[in-house]
Nanobody, 123 residues
Framework: QVQLVESGGGSVQAGGSLRLSCAVS????????LAWFRQPPGKEREAVAM???????KHQDSVKGRFTISQDNAKNTLSLQMNSLTPEDTAMYYC?????????????????WGQGTQVTVSS
């Protein structure tokens, strides 16, 4: 059973940076992928970035060039480095895991979720 625990959220001013971490345990999917999602207040959950078992990544256009997903296999940690934050990045951020090939954007395709960590960006 996959367990995911996020940390690193907080409050920051626009233009600032945050680094989110997700402790991953029980992840044995092969093939599979890990992802970061976010859910702004009053909106649907949306994909932010994904990484597969081979280290291939995909970043959504809204964060491309500002956010970077990475994985430290030795430490079983998924990370999301977020730079040049804007108020539009304010959301609850979740890490998620799924089995299978490809980068899928719909939350329903992911079978394991963390509890989330809040990111608030003020102008």
């Amino acid at each position: 059973q996959v367990q995911l625990v996020e940390s690193g959220g907080g409050s920051v001013q626009a233009g600032g940076s945050l680094r989110l971490s997700c402790a991953v345990s029980g992840y044995t999917y092969n093939p599979g992928s890990l992802a970061w999602f976010r859910q702004p207040p009053g909106k649907e959950r949306e994909a932010v970035a994904m990484i597969d078992n081979f280290g291939n990544t995909k970043h959504q256009d809204s964060v491309k060039g500002r956010f970077t997903i990475s994985q430290d296999n030795a430490k079983n940690t998924l990370s999301l480095q977020m730079n040049s934050l804007t108020p539009e990045d304010t959301a609850m951020y979740y890490c998620a895991a799924r089995a299978g090939w490809g980068f899928l954007l719909h939350p329903g395709e992911y079978t394991s979720w963390g509890q989330g960590t809040q990111v608030t960006v003020s102008s």
